[in-house]
């Protein structure tokens, strides 16, 4: 599943079953999350980037990195629903029917050494997560720093680097499961991370 990929843009396929990730995301949440949300933000990308033929060869993260170039009557097309189809395409890959516990390795005592502990770095992250007002995003940042964009924005589009980790805040990541109970939600999301995938990233 590659979320650099060019126009015309897809849908890539989950990873896994969509009632793989059990008790902590439902069946009825993926189905509607990747078929109806992420498909969404595909078919609008190409709806925008085909009346911008300039736009077509350029990969994906090239789109996002240079908005300010991009013709003012699709960049807000091109951010909102690029940044959905970018987010999305590696959501699915940071969740894992075999995920959670603690990551490992150069990546584990980097995080260690930034947060003070795994925990703590939990601790931040979720909070992180709780204080989005409204609709957003949180991050893992290859410098181990944790922040936060708005609506499908994402550190990309800031100039960043690519993250190493997101969750998604948005309600329908999670309310047919939680109702309003965000906090429920990210706890639940932690039993799911797919560290290994998030390692294969932070070694690039």
Do not use: C
């Amino acid at each position: 599943m590659n979320a650099s990929n060019n126009y015309p843009f897809t849908l890539p396929d989950l990873p896994y079953g969509y009632d793989d990730l059990g008790e902590h995301i439902s069946g009825d949440i993926m189905r509607l999350h990747h078929d109806k949300h992420h498909n969404a933000y595909v078919d609008k990308l190409n709806e925008a980037v085909v009346s911008a033929p300039a736009l077509q060869g350029l990969p994906l993260v090239s789109l996002l990195r240079n908005l300010a170039t991009i013709p003012d009557e699709v960049r807000t097309a091109v951010r909102n629903n690029g940044g959905g189809h970018y987010n999305h395409s590696l959501f699915w890959q940071w969740m894992s029917p075999q995920g959670g516990g603690e990551p490992g390795g150069e990546l584990g005592e980097q995080i260690v050494r930034a947060h003070g502990s795994y925990q703590q770095f939990v601790d931040t992250f979720s909070q992180k997560a709780l204080g989005v007002f409204g609709s957003g995003w949180v991050w893992l940042q290859p410098d181990m720093t944790i922040v936060t964009t708005p609506n499908q924005d994402n550190p990309v589009m800031q100039g960043g680097d690519e993250p190493l980790l997101g969750l998604d805040v948005w309600e329908h990541a999670y309310y047919l499961d939680y109702q309003n109970r965000r906090a429920d939600y990210v706890k639940a999301w932690w039993d799911v991370v797919n560290w290994q995938f998030v390692e294969e990233r932070y070694k690039g």
